[in-house]
Nanobody
């Protein structure tokens, strides 16, 4: 099982980044896929999730209206488009998979599968 993130980097406040998560080794349809982040000295924060079966998407209040999650099922890839980035969005972003509801995903502290993470740094 592999979840491989890419697309992180350094961006100025107000800028955009798109993260990608390539998923392999398990049945994509059986899981909710999403993103959580962890900033230095802080706990994990669920950011967004997507339910493959019906396309439902979920967002934390801190990113709603700025971030968009999407899925290319043919490529087994999930994307997180991040716009209007703020310094407080700085964190390591992880892609994860869990058998849960899309909403519950945002509040989980552990996941059945997760990637290695990609750093996102937003400068002021």
């Amino acid at each position: 099982v592999q979840l491989v993130e890419s697309g992180g980097g350094l961006v100025q406040a107000g800028g955009s980044l798109r993260l990608s998560c390539s998923v392999s080794g398990f049945t994509f349809a059986d899981y909710v896929i999403g993103w959580f982040r962890q900033a230095p000295g802080k706990g994990r924060e669920g950011v967004s999730s997507i339910v493959r079966s019906d396309g439902s998407t979920y967002y934390s209040d801190s990113v709603k209206g700025r971030f968009t999650i999407s899925s290319d099922n043919a490529k087994n890839t999930v994307y997180l488009q991040m716009n209007s980035l703020k310094p407080e969005d700085t964190a390591v972003y992880y892609c994860a998979a869990e058998r849960s509801t899309g909403w519950d995903f945002l509040y989980l502290s552990e996941f059945e599968y997760r990637g290695q993470g990609t750093q996102v740094t937003v400068s002021s």
